[in-house]
Nanobody, 134 residues
Framework: QLQLVESGGNLVQPGGSLRLSCAASGVTLANYAIGWFRQAPGKEREGVGCIGRSNSGTTYVDSVKGRFTISRDNAKNTVYLQMNNMKPEDTAVYYC???????????????????????????WGQGTQVTVSS
């Protein structure tokens, strides 16, 4: 199973900004769709947004549109979630996950789908805590 690694979670004040990173060893993340998810205390996990592969676009849940941005730095093999104007309701454990890939033996390989965000998220990180509070 491919393990993604999130980093950057922290305590931030309302109105502040935070950038989360998603990385993995042994795979090129540019070949896969990467989604961000979050789970707040007592609530179900929800999708925050997703960036497709091959320079396809991003999608976001309505509650974060205009505030959050998903981007890639392929030279660093890293996907980011930039969070601006943060609100207390953004408090959650944040996860990144890969879609548009399949397992064969010990490897993870891209599917032929164009975007990937509409495929199964089958590689996950451990989560990083984000707390928005004064």
């Amino acid at each position: 199973q491919l393990q993604l690694v999130e980093s950057g979670g922290n305590l931030v004040q309302p109105g502040g900004s935070l950038r989360l990173s998603c990385a993995a060893s042994g795979v090129t993340l540019a070949n896969y769709a990467i989604g961000w998810f979050r789970q707040a205390p007592g609530k179900e996990r929800e999708g925050v947004g997703c960036i497709g592969r091959s320079n396809s676009g991003t999608t976001y849940v309505d509650s974060v549109k205009g505030r959050f941005t998903i981007s890639r730095d392929n030279a660093k093999n890293t996907v980011y979630l930039q969070m601006n104007n943060m609100k207390p309701e953004d408090t959650a454990v944040y996860y990144c996950a890969a879609a548009g890939g399949f397992y064969r033996g010990s490897g993870y390989y891209p599917t032929t789908g164009h975007n990937g965000c509409d495929e199964d998220f089958n590689a996950w990180g451990q989560g990083t805590q984000v707390t928005v509070s004064s």
